[in-house]
């Protein structure tokens, strides 16, 4: 186990144009214990942030070990991993995902690897595929457990090496405290994931025969976990997933849905294939848990102080309402669009003012007030 080490001051936070990444540093930005963060990506950020400095460079090794000396940099959150194959696919191809998710790994490994690196703590961003899905798996999966299947899925395999590659990390450098956070399948209001538009459709599809036990974690619990882990010295692995576990139909009940168990138990890939030349993507390594299921078991994780939000049947009524909002919402929203210019002036123009930026980011900081919640 890695020695008790300092509160996290210098933050890199690698994927910062992703979903999460950007939420995390915007939830950093309130935190006053730290000095600085710095975030990296080869696109440009997606969210409006004030503290956060952007660096546009690709997960080359090279480049993010000058970074991290330079800064002085003593925690890296590595948010990069892409585990929705159907969400990445549009953009990626496997060959991509993979250089993305294990090549990525390494190279962000080996920019932490030097002997008098300052980096002294390493969050990485995983997920419960890690485990798989398959008949003969236990009720809840732990920590400790080891997989009892050869990876199947691509999402799978690239799980599996990098979080290998994570671990070799830590037995090399022991002096680092490194964090790995696997999630359950994520709901939310901004999110946007393979499961959740599966729950948007009128009629969610079922493999014949089959009704899968199921726990989500909310967006919030997400970030809530990720800030956690960056400022607090936790050494291992851990489940993030909501209390509870509900059955698909009950999900889909909760939702104000109807199930449509139209996949057959037999030719589940073909049939699929089919649909999605419809234009309903159903990943492969989603397969596994409309056949299946899965359960975490997420004590470890509450054991060092984090309170969720969110039990997994507040999720998925949490979701309801955004979908039931759907319809009024389109077309309303405004997206942000990073514009290097404009984000310098607001940063370093001495005509600027400031006051405003004195309540930036008090919502946040209700929202991961660390006090549990109030039982009801």
């Not at 933050?11 to 214990?33: I, Q």
């Not at 009892?148 to 090399?172: G, N, S, Y």
């Not at 509900?246 to 037999?266: F, M, N």
């Not at 890939?269 to 419809?278: F, I, N, S, Y």
Request: hydrophobic residues 40%; aromatic residues 6%; glycine residues 6%.
């Amino acid at each position: 186990m890695a020695e008790e080490t300092e509160p996290a001051r210098r933050v890199l936070v690698t994927g910062l144009s992703s979903y999460w990444g950007g939420r995390l540093a915007h939830a950093l930005e309130s935190n006053p214990d730290i000095e600085a963060i710095i975030g990296v990506d080869s696109m440009e950020p997606t969210r409006e942030l004030k503290r956060t400095e952007y660096v546009k460079v690709a997960a080359e090794h090279g480049l993010i070990e000058r970074i991290v000396r330079a800064a002085n940099i003593d925690t890296v959150v590595d948010t990069r991993l892409m585990v929705d194959s159907a969400r990445t696919a549009s953009g990626s191809a496997p060959h991509a995902m993979h250089e993305n998710n294990v090549i990525g790994t390494l190279n962000i490994l080996a920019a932490c690897s030097a002997v008098d690196s300052p980096v002294r703590r390493l969050v990485f961003k995983s997920s419960a595929h890690w485990y798989g899905c398959a008949q003969d798996d236990p009720g809840f999966f732990s920590e400790g457990m080891v997989r009892q299947h050869r990876p199947e899925t691509r999402i799978e395999k690239d799980l599996v090496e990098a979080e290998a590659a994570v671990d070799d990390f830590r037995k090399r450098r022991p002096e680092v405290t490194v964090s790995v956070l696997r999630f359950a399948n994520v709901l939310g209001t901004e999110v946007d994931t393979s499961h959740i538009r599966l729950f948007s459709l009128p009629l969610v599809p079922m493999i014949a025969g089959f009704d899968p036990r199921y726990q989500f974690v909310d967006e919030v619990d997400v970030v809530h976990a990720l800030e956690h882990a960056t400022i607090r010295d936790l050494p291992g692995v851990f489940n993030v997933a909501g209390d509870g576990v509900l059955t698909l139909s009950e999900t889909i009940s909760l939702l104000g849905k109807h199930p449509l168990p139209a996949i057959p138990p037999w030719g589940t890939g073909l049939a699929t294939a089919a649909m999605r030349r419809l234009g309903m993507n159903i990943p492969e390594e989603m397969l596994g848990q409309l056949r299946f299921g899965r359960g975490l078991d997420n004590r470890l994780f509450k054991s060092t102080g984090f309170h969720y939000r969110c039990t997994s049947r507040e999720t998925v009524v949490h979701l309801r309402e955004r979908l039931r909002l759907n319809p009024v919402s389109k077309g309303v929203s405004n997206p942000y669009r990073y514009e290097p210019e404009v984000d310098e002036f607001l940063r370093h123009s001495p005509h600027v003012t400031r006051e405003a930026s004195k309540d930036f980011g008090r919502e946040d900081a209700a929202m991961f007030d660390p006090s549990p919640p109030v039982d009801e």
